[in-house]
């Protein structure tokens, strides 16, 4: 039986899930301008399914609008590819509507360029666990794990070049039937458009082996955690690099420094975009190879913003490789609220001229003693630092504010009285 192809329009929405409404590809065309049907609540619907709470009510209609520049074959099951079309939220008059999570990104973009003549060239490095492969002890890295994945590297890498994406690499990962997958950087939205289809991406070829990709933060409290991490670079509008000074500290331009310097400041308040879910926490915690302090370092994996080391020998080639590292993330924040955050901070730090702090380098530093802020210890603590920040209410705008804080409290309530455990086990179900 010939089946009729059909198209997926999408948003990776608030609780970081792809969703959205199907229709007949022939009229992609026209969808480009009338989009899928969508209403203000849905944007409510939480990590579990059920909208627990929503400023919106029953009343309102919107429009899901198809980006054809964001159209990509991902795989389905039993190797059929699927469309899949990411797109704006936008009023029925076309306009954009204040709560679509891709619009909050394109608005920094667009101020960065605009104010500053600058864009920001970044990658989303994802890591998950694959249950297709059984847990070995020594297996971290290892080339028997790599083996015993099976067809599954080979899958996603197919998987990315037919999506448009080009793979950098897959590698067995630190913890038990942990890996990760790496992509090329790309400029602005497309390449939070990308973690979105990468993560699909990872899904498809896991589900097509009869096994699932879990990217969940954690599998158990004490586990090791799966985290994404953004390589971020600075271009000008030339595409000419603009994020290293061999002179500046850190080795970052004076542009570059300012940026850095208001992702350091507004960490504490946007890490509840960036790091979303109440195991989210559970992973920030020390001796977990993960960021507890709002700092930067060179080259120091326990840093929330990590500058990266190059392998180039020439100035051309280490300013095009030069970039740094926001470790602060995993895979239930939406790749677009997620930079967006991160975007918004660094355009503040522009804006202001913030000075980037010179943080403590040594291993054993004291950090509270030096000033650095730490990291919020849970969602919650996390939601009052960013309803408590003046710039944050900025960058969101009062609409995204109200209904995220509203969205992530409700999903505290829903895991009320859960064990560690048992909260980690709800996550697992459904990322």
């Known amino acids: 039986m010939t089946c009729e192809t059909l198209i997926f329009a999408a948003t990776c929405d608030l609780a970081g899930h792809v969703r959205g409404k199907a229709f007949p590809s022939g009229d992609l065309p026209s969808r480009l301008k009338s989009g899928v049907g969508y209403t203000g609540s849905n944007i409510m619907l939480s990590a579990f399914g059920p909208i627990y709470a929503t400023p919106f009510g029953t009343k309102g209609d919107l429009k899901l609008v198809p980006d054809e520049a964001a159209l990509a074959s991902v795989p389905g099951l039993d190797g059929k590819a699927l469309q899949l079309a990411l797109g704006d939220i936008r009023n029925l008059d076309g306009s954009l509507w204040s709560c679509c999570p891709r619009s909050f990104l394109k608005r920094a973009v667009a101020a960065m360029e605009d104010e500053f003549g600058l864009r920001l060239l970044s990658t989303f490095e994802q890591e998950f666990i694959y249950t297709g492969v059984e847990a070995a002890a020594g297996s971290s890295y290892a080339f028997d794990m790599y083996r015993r994945s099976g067809l599954l590297g080979e899958a996603i890498m197919t998987g990315l070049r037919t999506a448009g994406i080009a793979p950098d690499s897959f590698l067995p990962e630190a913890g038990d039937r942990q890996f990760e997958v790496t992509i090329d950087p790309a400029e602005g939205t497309r390449s939070a458009d990308q973690a979105v289809l990468l993560r699909e991406v990872v899904r498809g070829c896991a589900a097509n082996l009869g096994a699932r990709a879990i990217l969940a933060p954690l ?28 002179q500046g500290l850190f080795g970052l331009s004076e542009a570059a420094q300012h940026f850095a310097a208001g992702i350091i400041a507004h960490m504490p308040a946007i890490t509840a975009l960036t790091a979303p879910s109440v195991s989210s926490y559970y992973r920030l915690r020390p001796d977990k190879w993960a960021p507890t302090w709002a700092n930067i370092a060179a080259q120091d994996r326990g840093a929330s913003l990590r500058v990266c080391p190059v392998t180039a020998t020439t100035p051309e080639g280490i300013a095009r490789q030069f970039n740094v590292e926001f470790r602060v993330v995993d895979a239930a924040a939406s790749p677009y609220m997620a930079l967006g955050a991160i975007l918004h901070a660094g355009l503040d730090g522009l804006r202001n001229k913030l000075a980037l702090p010179a943080h403590p380098q040594e291993a054993d530093a004291d950090y509270a003693a030096a000033g650095v802020s730490p990291l919020p210890a849970s969602l919650g603590e ?47 179900e459904v990322y």
């Open 382 to 428: 996390a939601l009052d630092r960013l309803e408590a920040s003046s710039f944050a209410r900025a960058a969101l705008g009062e609409a995204l504010m109200t209904a995220y804080v509203m969205l992530k409290r409700s999903e505290i309530a829903a895991l009320d009285g859960l064990t560690e455990q048992q909260v980690c086990d709800r996550y697992a």
């Open 219 to 246: 599998l158990s409290p004490d586990g090791t955690s799966s985290g994404t991490h953004i390589h971020l670079s600075l271009r000008d509008l030339d595409g000419k690099p603009a994020m290293h000074d061999p």
